[in-house]
């Protein structure tokens, strides 16, 4: 059982508690003040992903809709649909790939959103989230086609038997080892054969570094 203890704060003061009780009143009841110093976001908001992103090479900006729940589906997961009226194509960033060079939320994507005035004059609406997003430094792929440079890889996963597609495949991945003309594409054939080589992810998106084999 818990007792209140007296506090003497100067050898003049007041036996009594009043001095916290005061403390207390004076601090703000709204968490957000206390640690952030733009005070509560304006309102939050449910967005889907949409297509594209407006960076180039893309970066942690996306394009999103805004959404509500309408109900749920014969598996018991929420079902979206657009709101009447609300935001369209509007710019969020993911705050959790800033300056990491990612873009990895994928499209269709329901996500929590932040509309927060920024710093300017008149201040203009921001819209912020905050997505964790696995960030891959290499991965195992499969060689899919070759066209106009660069590859269309599959990454994959090693199960017990074999590999196993994971996730969608990658278009426009470069093999920056490929020095000279006659050795563009080689990763390409021949035909018949599944060619798995490793991915390496950079902040321009993903590579291939992969020397073809010379005779000297």
């Known amino acids: 059982m818990g007792t209140d203890r007296l506090r003497i704060y100067a050898p003049d003061a007041a036996?009594?508690?009043g001095d916290d009780r005061d403390l207390e009143a004076a601090r703000p009841a709204d968490?957000?003040?206390e640690v952030s110093p733009g005070g509560p976001p304006y309102r939050l908001l449910w967005c889907r992903v949409a297509g594209?992103?407006?960076g180039s090479p893309p970066d942690e900006r996306y394009y999103a809709d805004e959404v509500r729940p309408e109900g749920t589906d014969a598996g018991g997961h929420i079902e979206w649909e657009a709101v009447p009226g609300g935001l369209e194509g509007i710019t969020v960033h993911n705050i959790a790939e800033a300056e990491a060079g990612t873009h990895l939320v994928p499209e269709d994507t329901v996500i929590r959103v932040e509309e927060r005035p920024d710093r300017s004059g008149p201040p203009e609406m921001v819209y912020l989230t905050n997505v964790p997003v696995e960030r891959w430094t290499?991965?195992?792929?499969r060689i899919v086609s070759y066209s106009g440079g660069t590859y269309t890889v599959q990454p994959v996963r090693r199960e017990e038997g074999g590999f196993e597609n994971d996730g969608d495949p990658i278009a426009g991945v470069p093999n920056i080892g490929e020095l000279w003309p006659d050795e563009a594409g080689y990763l390409a054939g021949p035909d018949g054969f599944d060619r798995y080589v490793r991915i390496l992810w950079t902040p321009a998106g993903w590579i291939i570094l992969l020397h073809p084999p010379r005779m000297v």
């Open 31 to 33: 968490r957000w003040t």
């Open 138 to 141: 290499w991965r195992v792929a």
């Open 52 to 54: 594209g992103a407006p």
């Open 15 to 17: 036996l009594d508690r």
